[in-house]
């Protein structure tokens, strides 16, 4: 038989190619494979898959967010939230609820930052998402004197200055 791992095979033993859907990030099984086909030259159909998928993902976004804000109260309970504390976990579910979408994209354009190879810019996206939200926490919240809501807005902004980041790449 054929050696599992490719590091045990030897000249005697056929080449193992991967390609397709699994070649979209390789990383997890490339031990097992000697090389991969990414698709290169497709790019009218990649653009295409990447143009449905991004559609998709807005669609998605949609009717989550619709759900989320026809539901937010029984969601909240769910979650946890009494009485005492729904006038809180109710205005910071809102802005999380807001920031459905955008999450959705930066995070999409996290991952499509780094499988185009970009993967420094792909950590300084979420890096600069992370800083923004302790700084517009802390502005929004202690300077301006928003409370919940000053730090349910500065997770909404700081997710959308993420996401812009991904989308400006493209």
């Not at 054929?2 to 056929?14: G, L, N, Y």
């Not at 949609?62 to 029984?74: C, D, H, K, N, R």
Request: charge should be negative; hydrophobic fraction near 50%; include cysteine.
């Amino acid at each position: 038989g054929i050696p599992f791992d490719s590091k045990d095979r030897t000249w005697d033993d056929p080449i193992l190619m991967g390609g397709g859907p699994c070649s979209f990030s390789p990383e997890p099984i490339a031990k097992f494979f000697d090389l991969f086909y990414m698709g290169e030259g497709e790019t009218e159909k990649a653009g295409s898959h990447l143009s449905f998928l991004t559609l998709v993902l807005l669609m998605l976004g949609i009717v989550m967010t619709g759900v989320s804000l026809i539901f937010t109260e029984p969601l909240l309970r769910l979650m946890g939230s009494t009485d005492q504390l729904m006038p809180y976990t109710k205005v910071y579910g809102l802005c999380t609820i807001a920031a459905v979408i955008p999450m959705s994209f930066k995070l999409y354009m996290e991952h499509l930052v780094r499988v185009d190879g970009n993967a420094s810019l792909s950590m300084t996206m979420s890096l600069v998402g992370l800083a923004a939200n302790i700084v517009l926490d802390a502005l929004l919240t202690i300077v301006f004197p928003l409370g919940i809501l000053g730090a349910g807005l500065g997770t909404l902004t700081s997710i959308l200055v993420s996401a812009s980041m991904g989308i400006f790449y493209f």
